[in-house]
């Protein structure tokens, strides 16, 4: 084996790294989407609407940014690793207490306070497996890593529906699960070590004295950062908007069954799963930009399928079908936003972006219920999503890359150099 061969393989320590960030992210997106499953059952329990239900997944949404700042500003001090381990354990005892709720006021505070630990964990797992890995693996791990939201939601649909069909338990057992993902930062203390990227560029910062008011204050760190912020804006839109209110949409505009709608649910997750890893892949060859406006621009063509189809059969191959192209262009993002990030705040950096553009499409799911209350469903899915579909495509094709950059002075970079927005 060549010693170019030997970089490109993934270590030991890389996968459980890639590992431990892709269960985080799963079990941080299971209990966000036990909500989006459940909240109309709550809401039931606790005398409120739908719409005022939906403002649960908006508090969450809004607190991300704040959670991916505190989080992600501590990793670049202290390190990936540690941060990572109080973050899960935060978010699962949170989740947790979400299960003993006596109210729905009480169960807003608690997601306020979930939505912070929510925020930390991606961009926390994102820069811990993105500067493991080799390079040229950058593009796959992306997309593997990236859908772990899938399998999160996967996961919170098949236990909806053990829980609904085999227990009393009710909406309260699927957050007393939430607990489970504190078993994780064991994996973490025992099995996973700190980014040598990271100690490499802190050593660089503390010799050099940079601090990160100088680097937040580059006209061109500002200015790319503003661009994500508005790429994650469209982003989220995109992947809420076909997400969020699509399970009710199935129960009470369609009118299919509990059972049915899970089991629509968890077959169009697989589509996002293949999705997300086959696009995450691809970018490596075609480019990280490339990929999203292919994957933004077929999803136009598939709306109609997915927003207005009536019988199971192509319910089924709609969802399939848009969940796929959806979480194909998500499949990019955490190797996109790392190699745009600056090193000395990669923490920081790309938890925050993303996590601003989950801030501003946090109505989505509200926008959505009163467009269906008002008109229908299928009129609520057509007309947040042509828009959003079209902003991704045009905001990717104006933005530029890094694919391939270095991360740490030991890597070999793949293709091109780093580059400016």
């Not at 207490?97 to 608690?110: E, G, H, I, R, S």
């Not at 009710?170 to 930062?185: D, E, K, N, T, V």
């Not at 940079?210 to 989220?236: C, E, H, K």
Request: overall charge positive.
């Amino acid at each position: 084996m060549s010693s170019t061969d030997a970089a490109d393989r993934l270590t030991p320590s890389d996968r459980r790294a890639v590992f431990a960030a892709l269960l985080g992210w799963t079990m941080d997106a299971f209990d966000y989407f036990v909500v989006v499953l459940v909240y109309a059952d709550v809401a039931k329990d606790f005398g409120v609407s739908l719409t005022d239900m939906a403002f649960l997944t908006t508090v969450t949404l809004l607190m991300r940014p704040v959670g991916a700042a505190i989080f992600g500003m501590w990793a670049d001090k202290v390190g990936r690793k540690k941060v990572l381990m109080i973050d899960v354990g935060f978010y699962s005892v949170v989740g947790f207490l979400c299960a003993f709720a006596p109210n729905y006021a009480t169960l807003l505070v608690l997601r306020l306070l979930y939505g912070v630990g929510m925020g930390g964990e991606w961009g926390l797992g994102a820069s811990l497996a993105m500067e493991k890995v080799p390079p040229s693996k950058r593009g796959l791990v992306s997309g593997i890593l990236q859908q772990g939201y899938a399998l999160g939601y996967l996961f919170a649909a098949a236990a909806y529906l053990l829980i609904s069909n085999l227990t009393d338990w009710g909406w309260r057992g699927l957050f007393a699960l939430s607990i489970l993902p504190a078993l994780l930062s064991l994996f973490v203390r025992a099995k996973v070590t700190e980014s040598e990227a990271w100690e490499e560029t802190r050593e660089n910062a503390v010799r050099n004295k940079t601090t990160v008011r100088q680097i937040l204050s580059s006209p061109a760190v500002l200015r790319r950062f503003g661009y994500l912020v508005l790429l994650m804006t469209a982003f989220n839109w995109m992947s809420h908007g076909t997400q969020d209110v699509y399970p009710t949409f199935l129960k009470e505009g369609l009118h299919f069954s509990h059972n049915t709608a899970l089991y629509v649910a968890m077959l169009y997750n697989c589509g996002a799963i293949l999705g997300g890893t086959i696009m995450g892949a691809a970018s490596e060859r075609y480019g990280r930009r490339a990929i999203v406006v292919f994957c933004a621009v077929l999803g136009l063509p598939i709306l109609p399928l997915f927003a207005a189809s009536h019988t199971l059969g192509l319910v089924c191959l709609g969802s399939f079908l848009m969940q796929f192209v959806v979480q194909g262009a998500w499949g990019v993002i955490p190797a996109h936003l790392t190699e745009l990030s600056p090193a000395e705040i990669r923490g920081f950096y790309p938890g925050v972006t993303y996590q601003l553009g989950n801030c501003l499409a946090a109505f989505n799911l509200p926008i959505q219920e009163h467009l269906a209350a008002t008109h229908s469903y299928t009129f609520a899915l057509t007309a947040t999503m042509v828009p959003v579909f079209i902003a991704v495509a045009v905001l990717a094709a104006l933005g530029k890359e890094a694919r391939g950059e270095r991360l740490s002075r030991g890597e070999r970079p793949t293709v091109g150099q780093p580059v400016n927005v």
